[in-house]
Each structure stands twice: as structure tokens, then as C-alpha cells.
């Protein structure tokens, strides 16, 4: 057990609509990253957020947006879903930003989109 | 970052020794081999990682060449639980402000540990 909580474990929606996925990092984490794990693709970086601010943008699709609240719990809200957002999306969190620091993930959310 | 080479794919009897190489030619002095693995659809597994010397945890020992160009990581008794896609990726510590810490992985190695 990573110590990073990730809710839900499994979502099922249809095209167009939106939904939110959260993740709460381990305890004393202040950074969050979120990763997103297609069938044919690997992990892809898409967001990382830092005591309450954005830090670092990837891959991310402007129909996505993610924030990060004062208990440090980060929410990923993805919009106008498509077929092809259908993905597993991980959560990941550190202690620090520094390069000695591990990231610790979580087990994800499978999103399906039909 | 530096780029990391793996193998894509690798055997190991069960209860036998398993080890993953790793180049990573073109690091920097200020960046870590690090160690994921990914068990089918679970979140990466961080398992270790190194700046110069080796290093040896409950799960795994890390082994960086003097250059630092390669790495090997060790399994030193493989189980069936071990088969997975193992990342090996090299992470710099930028400066000051645009630290960001973030892991970006490859395609990795798939180990198939096999009875």
C-alpha cells in the first residue's frame, strides 16, 4: 500500500459528459502528480501541482484541469469526454520536488468512456 | 533528462536471480537512477534509486557503473509476483524554481518470471 488513495477505482460514462476523479496523497505529501495510462500508450505526465500551486504541465488536454486544495487532496476534472480518453488515470505524490525525493502512486482510476 | 535504454522484454527462472540492465550514456552528475515497476494495471511501484554508489533496499539492489552510464537492477530471488514491466528512469534535480520533481517513463522492461 502506496499511502495514496485514489477514488473511484472505476468510472463508466458516456461521451460529452465531464467527470472528476481525486486523489488523496500520502500523508505529509505536498506535490501531486497526475499520469494518464492508455491501452496503447504508456504512462503519460499530464499535471503536477505543489502546496496548492500548478508546477509543471504535460501532455494535458485543454478539456482537462485538475487543482489541488488546502488539505492537499487534488482533483483531475476531465470535460467533454471522448472515446478516446477512456484510460487509466494515476495519482502520484512526493514529499518534495526535489530529485532524491520518490513519487508514490496510487492504483488509479479506470476510466471508460462509451 | 537523460534518455534511459531497456531491453523490451526478459526471462528469469523463479527463485533465481533476476537483473535488468539499464543505459542511461548521456546522464548528468546531478541525476538519479531511479526504479518503477508496474504490476498488470496497478499503479508504478517505486522500488529504488541511486545517485553514484549502490544501493540495496528490502526489495531490490541497485548497481550504477563507476560512469554512471549503466545500471543494473537485482532481484535477488525472482518470484512468480515479481512479473512485471520494470521502468528504469534517470531524474535531474533542476535548480531552485524550476524544480518539479516529475518522473517522465519509457516503455520499459516486461519480466516473465517463469516456474
Known amino acids: 500500500d502506496s499511502g495514496v488513495t485514489q477514488t473511484p477505482k472505476h468510472l463508466i460514462t458516456a461521451t460529452g459528459q465531464r467527470v472528476t476523479l481525486r486523489c488523496s496523497p500520502r500523508s505529509g505529501d505536498l506535490s501531486v502528480y497526475w499520469y494518464q495510462q492508455s491501452l496503447d500508450q504508456g504512462l503519460q505526465f499530464l499535471i503536477q501541482?505543489?502546496?496548492?500551486?500548478?508546477?509543471a504541465k504535460g501532455n494535458i488536454l485543454e478539456r482537462f484541469s485538475a487543482q489541488q486544495f488546502p488539505d492537499l487532496h487534488s482533483e483531475l476534472n476531465l470535460s467533454s469526454l471522448e472515446l478516446g480518453d477512456s484510460a487509466l488515470y494515476f495519482c502520484?505524490?512526493?514529499?518534495?520536488?526535489?530529485?532524491?525525493?520518490?513519487?508514490?502512486f496510487g492504483n488509479g482510476t479506470r476510466l471508460t468512456v462509451t | 533528462d537523460a534518455k534511459t535504454t531497456q531491453p523490451t522484454s526478459m526471462d528469469c527462472a523463479e527463485g533465481r536471480a533476476a537483473n535488468l540492465p539499464c543505459n542511461h550514456s548521456t546522464i548528468s552528475g546531478n541525476e538519479y537512477v531511479y526504479w518503477y515497476r508496474q504490476i498488470h494495471s496497478q499503479g508504478p511501484q517505486y522500488i529504488i534509486h541511486g545517485l553514484k554508489n549502490n544501493e540495496t533496499n528490502e526489495m531490490a539492489s541497485l548497481i550504477i557503473t563507476e560512469d554512471r552510464k549503466s545500471s543494473t537492477l537485482i532481484l535477488p530471488h525472482a518470484t512468480l509476483r515479481d512479473t512485471a514491466v520494470y521502468y528504469c528512469?534517470?531524474?535531474?534535480?533542476?535548480?531552485?524554481?524550476?524544480?518539479?520533481?516529475?518522473?517522465?517513463f519509457g516503455q520499459g522492461t516486461t519480466l516473465q518470471v517463469k516456474p
Open positions: 501541482y505543489y502546496n496548492g500551486e500548478e508546477r
Open positions: 502520484a505524490s512526493s514529499v518534495a520536488l526535489r530529485a532524491n525525493s520518490p513519487l508514490h
Open positions: 528512469i534517470v531524474r535531474v534535480e533542476e535548480g531552485g524554481s524550476s524544480n518539479t520533481g516529475k518522473l517522465i
